[in-house]
């Protein structure tokens, strides 16, 4: 597809996105370069895996915590690895395919493992130590959660098959899972930790209560996001790799 056009696609995609209170201002500039680099070098079958990724995503989160629009750190954690991809693919189409899909089925493994595994009946497991933790933990998983991880990822796999996408209906599955599971161990391990000063809680956040919040543990640039810049990638590379051999 040709730059011009893409770009107005994903504009038009985001600009939606951003009217319907699913994305800041922010994210939509960073959803439109994203979506403008996969549309120009993976086409139809491109947007369609973007497409399923950010509706599915979006509207699994917001019935999970209504009215809160995915930021822009949000948005490049996840599509980092598909706007590379997408850059990739008219110099190496194999090699950039993988990179697209594998990190596009790790962001919507991750996604849809947090958002369903909310709904488990059992308290979420530390994937490290086997603790049950509150729901919501980073780290955190459940059986109901790691099904619907390789759910996303197979579905997102399906979407590519159904438009004979330059993709491997083996590989995507296993890339998504994969990426997931990396996402969670370094959740566990090195994101950072804050505790409120104000109530004690144990938080994932800079502020509560209206103060900010001191770090406890983990290592300080370890965000949420960052942690997901790992994962999405993690998928990407093993993607990759399974396309190299
Ligand atoms: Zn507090």
Known sequence: MTPVLSALIAATVALGGWVAGWLTAGAAVAATAIGMSV???????????????????????RRGTPGARRTIAQVAANGWAAGVGGLVIPFAPSLGWAVLAGGLAAAQADTWATELGRHSRHSPRLVTTGRTVPVGTSGGVTTLGTVAAGAGAVTLALVAWALNANTSMVWMPIAGVGGMLVDSLLGASLQVRFVCPACGAAVESRRHCATPTTPVRGLRWMTNDTVNVFGTGAGAAIAALAAAR
Not at 40 to 50: E, I, Q, R, S
């Open 39 to 61: 549309l120009t070098g993976a086409g139809l079958p491109g947007l369609a895996l973007l497409g399923t990724f950010f509706i599915s995503g979006s509207l699994l989160s």
